[in-house]
């Protein structure tokens, strides 16, 4: 009985298997009586070259052959890899090694792919040692199409069916062809959460980034299953717990299913809440550097309240924050709960070890395939040989990231080996487009007008700014090249170059042939005072030339009248700005402040001009954000000079109150022209939130807007009672071709005459 229960668990052995027992382990009858070698021939090779095999071999032409050489030839021809089939012959005292190569792949291509492009699919093959030139085997198609389905896996594509065609071609190869059938995608039928009674299962599901669908699911993906998202959300439930005193919520189970028609998956979960913990007290232990005072001053967790999970986290980071002022990078501190079951109550124990001091010894800079190392290292707080400072190195992470030039911005300490109190710190980028494409139109019953601009931040990797705007709409057409150095010296000051000719004429100005032109040149520089705030100085010249034509305003008539048509001004520019938004793109906490003084004491006018801009964010919840902004300009006349007409301010449209038409606020010739104001002033408030149905997408949202604001002629009063004011709904989408933005609103309080714009928008790509 034993015979036939080891027969029946054999399996086919191998060629080079057979070949090598065969040598090792014939009868004595077979055994070659040792020779010395006179030659070495090679036969069967197609593509190879014989030195390969004969760099293998264990002996040489000179060499005494035996069964145990012939044996160890054979191994080791065999574990190239590159042979299907091996022999040794012996002619005389001439050893032939007859070698059967291996097919090798010639080509590897797709048929029916949709969902994946084939250079990704054939990257993940080789990856996995599947390419042109390997051996083929079919050990090696199984292994591409496992990796094949695996890869579809991922997209929810769960009923993907390959099938692999080899079509034998000269020079024992093969061109290799994956037919795919994708089948149709799995999508998530059903989510259930067992197991909750603290909190209604819809509103864990509303927490979660997997659902059942939607009618944005074909935008945002969410109705497709995958692992990570998976444990992503279950993460989020779990911190949901935390965060309400549910010290010891657990999820006990996941089950994920999937239909037999592979095209349905349902997802249950089974969690266990446990109790609500209230906090008693915050206890520190450890060592913590003679400076307790200075630690509990960061403990963010309220004793008297629900423990907090995230209260606990913020007080870690905050003492690892401080451990690393003082040069300690490894610090540890861990939190533990002594809880009271009966109660409900819990002590939590913060346990401080700040290890080893250390100096960073090298700052390394890594995934800058465009920008030059000089322009992250001058952003650098943090310096080498010094000290390790936290404060410093987030510093200079925040002022990287601040550049604009990358979408990841990552910084990682490491050991350095042999040298425990030194770390290098890795600062890891990921570059982005730097270009930008920007057009903005509006429509009303006078049709379509457009603008545009294009602009390169980071050119040539320098970290230099170039752009050249262009208007083309009816009212002004501009063409303005500008360029800046951000650091015109070592010490960040930046030079600003601006050359520009601008002509425009204002809303209703009657005959298309008048037109006020402005060539100029400006240089300005930027200098920092502190991370945040930079002082602007600047100087420029200027002639503003007003068209004599048919349909000029009366009011730049007179003014050209009495001072003539060419006015030659030299502005001089003082101002201040303050960053602190989160994210000057796609901001949601923070503040952007700045003000500007243009003044001219020389040439043909003398004027001052003040605008002044306060921008606030306000993170109202994890989905909501509310931005305020609010924009105050002045303008006087100096030296007993009225105020030039071609330095107002303009109102409606864009940038200023919506739903009114771009340029239509303040003075009305009695031509009918719009001719602007000394003064001006806007308020806008925008509240954006997720599209419906978009789950946690930020990409996309709506917003609902409400502005106010109006400009003022030289010499009126800023009469608040005559402020236009308007609201509306919009759609904000940093789509694949950059920023999108769309708006309708309808006035709120308009006057007989205002000119209404309820639909505008604005789109820019990046190249």
Avoid at 180 to 200: H, L, N, P, W, Y
Avoid at 319 to 340: K, V
Avoid at 369 to 393: G, H
Wanted: proline letters at 4%; aromatic letters at 10%; charged letters at 25%.
């Amino acid at each position: 009985m034993p015979f036939p229960l080891a027969l029946t668990s054999l399996r086919p052995l191998p060629a080079c298997a057979v070949l090598i027992a065969a040598a090792t382990a014939a009868p004595a009858a077979w055994a070659i009586e040792p020779f010395t070698i006179g030659d070495i021939r090679v036969e069967g090779l197609q593509r190879g070259d014989p030195g390969s095999v004969f760099g293998t071999l264990p002996f040489r032409v000179g060499d005494q052959y035996n069964d145990d050489k012939g044996a160890a030839a054979l191994r080791a021809l065999f574990a190239t890899g590159l042979f299907k089939d091996v022999r040794i012959d012996i002619e005389g005292q001439v050893v032939v090694v007859v070698v059967e190569e291996r097919a090798v792949i010639a080509s590897v291509n797709f048929i029916g792919l949709r969902e994946f492009d084939k250079d990704t699919l054939g990257k993940a093959l080789k990856d996995n040692g599947i390419s042109e030139g390997q051996p083929y085997d079919k050990a090696v198609i199984d292994r591409a199409e496992q990796e094949i389905k695996r890869q579809y896996l991922t997209r929810s594509l769960y009923g993907a069916e390959v099938v692999t065609t080899a079509t034998p071609i000269e020079r024992n190869r093969v061109n290799v062809t994956f037919t795919v059938v994708e089948g149709d995608i799995a999508k998530i039928k059903d989510i259930r959460i067992e197991g909750t009674k603290a909190f209604s299962e819809s509103s864990l599901l509303d927490m979660m980034d997997l659902t059942t669908g939607g009618w944005l699911s074909w935008y945002t993906k969410s109705d497709r299953y995958s692992r990570a998202k998976l444990n992503a959300d279950l993460e989020k439930i779990r911190a949901h717990y935390l965060n309400k005193g549910y010290l010891e919520f657990d999820v006990k189970s996941t089950l994920v299913t999937i239909s037999p028609d592979k095209q349905d998956i349902s997802i249950q979960i089974v969690v266990e809440e446990g109790q609500p913990y209230t906090v008693t007290a915050v206890k520190l232990e450890g060592e913590y550097l003679g400076r307790e005072a200075d630690f509990r001053q960061r403990i963010a967790i309220r004793p008297g309240e629900p423990y907090r999970g995230d209260e606990v986290t913020a007080t870690t980071r905050l003492f690892s924050d401080l451990y690393g002022t003082y040069g300690y990078a490894f610090a540890r501190i861990e939190p533990r709960q002594d809880i009271d079951r009966k109660t409900g109550q819990v002590v939590v124990v913060l346990q401080g070890s700040p290890g080893q001091r250390v100096n960073v010894r090298r700052v390394n800079i890594a995934g800058n395939t465009v920008t030059r190392d000089e322009v992250l290292r001058r952003e650098f707080r943090q310096f080498e040989s010094a000290w390790y400072d936290s404060a410093k190195i987030k510093l200079s992470r925040d002022r990287v990231e601040r550049l604009g030039y990358f979408e990841e911005v990552t910084i990682d300490t490491n050991e350095v080996p042999g040298s425990p109190d030194q770390v290098d710190l890795i600062l890891n980028v990921k570059e982005k487009q730097t270009g930008s494409l920007m057009l903005a139109a509006g429509y009303s019953t006078a049709g379509l007008s457009f603008s545009g601009s294009i602009r390169k931040e980071n050119v040539f990797g320098t970290g230099n700014y170039l752009g050249l705007e262009v208007n083309t709409s009816r009212l002004s057409r501009n063409l303005v090249v500008s360029t800046v150095d951000p650091y015109f010296t070592d010490d960040g000051v930046s030079r600003a170059l601006d050359v520009y000719y601008r002509t425009s004429k204002p809303l209703n100005s009657l005959g298309d042939a008048y037109q006020l032109a402005t060539p100029g040149a400006s240089v300005r520089f930027g200098v920092p005072f502190t991370e945040y705030d930079t002082v602007f100085f600047g100087v420029g010249v200027e002639q503003t030339i007003i068209g004599t034509s048919a349909g000029v305003p009366n009011s730049y008539y007179t003014f050209a009248e009495t001072f003539g048509n060419r006015a030659l001004s030299v502005p001089l520019t003082v101002g201040w700005a303050r960053e602190e938004r989160d994210n000057p793109l796609v901001p949601t906490r923070g503040r952007y402040q700045r003000i500007n003084l243009d003044f001219s004491l020389a040439g043909d006018v003398h004027y001052a001009r003040l605008n002044a801009q306060y921008q606030q964010y306000f993170a109202v919840t994890s989905k909501l954000t509310l931005g305020v902004n609010g924009e105050l300009g002045l303008g006087y006349g100096l030296g007993g000079k009225p105020y030039p007409l071609f330095k107002n301010f303009y109102g409606g449209g864009l940038g200023s109150v919506r739903v009114f038409e771009q340029g239509s606020f303040g003075g009305v010739d009695i031509t009918g022209a719009y001719d602007g104001g000394s003064k001006k002033l806007n308020l806008n408030s925008e509240l954006y939130l997720p599209v419906p149905g978009s789950g946690n997408d930020k990409s996309l949202r709506i917003f609902a807007f409400a502005d106010a604001g109006n400009v003022w002629r030289d010499g009126y009063s800023m009469d608040l009672d005559t402020l236009r004011a308007s609201a509306g709904v919009g759609l904000s989408w940093i789509s694949p071709v950059g920023p999108l933005k769309l708006s309708y609103g309808t006035p709120l309080r308009a006057f007989k005459g205002d000119k209404i714009q309820r639909f505008q928008f604005q789109v820019g790509t990046a190249f």
